[in-house]
């Protein structure tokens, strides 16, 4: 790998636990039996894609999921199931990422919707913090805030484009094989995380 100065980070598999399989068994509980062909960590059809770009709102896609799949579930229970797959921060992560500010600018680039968003606030504000999620960032870029989300290549030059860096000299870190082949198309240096490893076990 090529001496970097900048480092952008996915958030769900890589600071933040995520199980996509606990979220598409709640909706089979619900009775929606295809679930993993409309979301899942690979893929989202065009209901989620919307969600996750803000195109629609929340209340939009509570009633277009019911209109998609036929049922007449309640808000509380798309909402409930929906953020099941969220579960805590790694706190081990969230540290290392205070240890490396003072050798790189770390950023986060993350595929996510409102009502994550609002979830994972709740959850990461459920400990005492010193400070805001965000501010373990020098900036944190979100797919519903940008109107674009990944493995969309054009996420990937946004950004570049807003902090003026240059994807030489910067490492994408995420734990999605299609995101990362979208980064290294966009000319960035990438690490796709495995399972098995934490961003502190890097050698960063």
Sequence with gaps: MEKFENIIFDLGGVILDVDYNLTRAAFEKLGVSNFDQMYSQANANKLFQKLETGEIDEEEFYKELNVCTGLHLSTAEIKK???AMLLSFREGSLQFLEEIRSKYKVYLLSNTNLIH???FQESFHSKKR????EEYFDKAFYSFKMGLRKPDE???HAVLKELQIDPKKTVFIDDSVQNIEAAKKAGLQTILLTPDLKI???NL
């Design 81 to 83: 199931a929906w953020n």
């Design 117 to 119: 968003w609002n979830a």
């Design 130 to 133: 010193a400070k805001p999620f």
């Design 154 to 156: 054009e996420i990937f």
């Design 200 to 202: 502190e076990d890097l």
